[in-house]
């Protein structure tokens, strides 16, 4: 459907008449467009959950942790009584020699483990204590506070500062069990080699795979040895931490 | 859509990428500060049996 002209010189002009896009064309167009759009929309929201929220939040708890006992102290042992009471301060340096989160009672998301970092479970026994000291923490998002509980190994040990004691745990296990394995923070952890009563453990509790949540991974300590705080900081962990 | 968008802006070519450079960041910013937050507590409404 097109004209060809010649002109004088040779030159031809090929005319065609304009087709307008039809209306499903511009629409689909639009569509397509608006698909995109959504596409990297939902891209970016991947990145802000991963990446964005968890540095913002961990960071925020991790400031939190690091200056807290010059603003409030901490609630004495003998006297948490109540959701989000702030008992402790704990030292993990197998996540990093900057690590370091609060524990407070209870393990709701609010306002424990997306605000303050690791809750308590408030049927366990407290720190030192004969039984099991049982924490939980978000494995990714809002901090991910054990993003890295998977890679403790032999020989770590983890540092729990209360208002008058250090506590030092020495590492023992780690398992991946399923939701329904509670018996894992009992005062005999289930499914922990060699569990005895009269021990005293902590018990560190997270979800996996990461970002998943299908299963739980359990990481079981041992208490070591104590010590107070007036001495300050344990010898081991202020070479890892500095002064801080 | 685009291209309608990028007919209406005024100026030049250069003055035109800044514009959409600006609004991109804007855009993003009110993502990530505001849309998003939001958006995070619709999609993934507290879990009590997820840590």
């Known amino acids: 459907m097109s004209d060809i002209q010649e002109l004088p010189d040779g030159t031809r002009i090929i005319w065609a008449p304009i087709v307008r896009p039809k209306r499903y064309v511009f629409v689909t167009q639009v569509l397509g467009e608006i698909l995109l759009t959504a596409g990297v929309v939902l891209m970016l929201f991947v990145g802000y959950k991963t990446l964005f929220q968890d540095n913002l939040v961990g960071n925020q708890q991790s400031d939190f942790?690091?200056?807290?006992?010059?603003?409030?102290g901490f609630v004495e042992l003998s006297e948490v009584s109540k959701e989000a009471d702030i008992f402790a301060r704990m030292y993990v340096p197998r996540f990093g020699e900057s690590w370091t989160r609060l524990i407070a009672e209870g393990t709701r998301w609010h306002p424990v483990l997306n605000e303050i970092g690791i809750g308590h479970y408030t049927t366990t026994v407290m720190p030192g204590e004969v039984g099991n000291?049982?924490?939980?923490?978000?494995?990714?998002?809002?901090?991910?506070a054990f993003r890295d509980i998977d890679k403790l190994t032999d020989g770590d040990r983890v540092?729990?500062?209360?208002?008058?004691?250090?506590?030092?745990y020495k590492f023992l296990e780690t398992e991946v069990v399923l939701p329904t394995d509670v018996g894992v923070i009992a005062p005999v952890p289930v499914k922990l080699d060699g569990a005895t009563p009269g021990s005293r453990y902590l018990t560190m509790t997270s979800c996996t795979?990461?970002?998943?949540?299908t299963e739980r991974i359990i990481s079981w300590f041992e208490l070591e040895r104590t010590q107070s705080t007036a001495v300050g900081m344990p010898r081991d962990l202020k070479i890892v931490v500095g002064s801080q | 859509m685009y291209s309608w968008l990028w007919r209406k802006l005024p100026g030049n070519l250069v003055q035109k990428v800044l514009q959409v450079i600006l609004l991109s960041a804007v855009a993003l910013a009110a993502m990530y500060f505001f849309v998003f937050p939001w958006l995070d507590t619709v999609i993934f409404p507290?879990?009590?049996?997820?840590i």
């Open chain 1, 209 to 213: 795979p990461i970002f998943v949540n």
């Open chain 2, 46 to 50: 507290e879990s009590e049996t997820q």
């Open chain 1, 65 to 72: 942790a690091k200056t807290f006992t010059e603003r409030d």
């Open chain 1, 133 to 144: 000291f049982a924490i939980a923490a978000h494995r990714g998002g809002f901090g991910g």
């Open chain 1, 159 to 168: 540092y729990i500062e209360t208002k008058n004691t250090w506590f030092i």
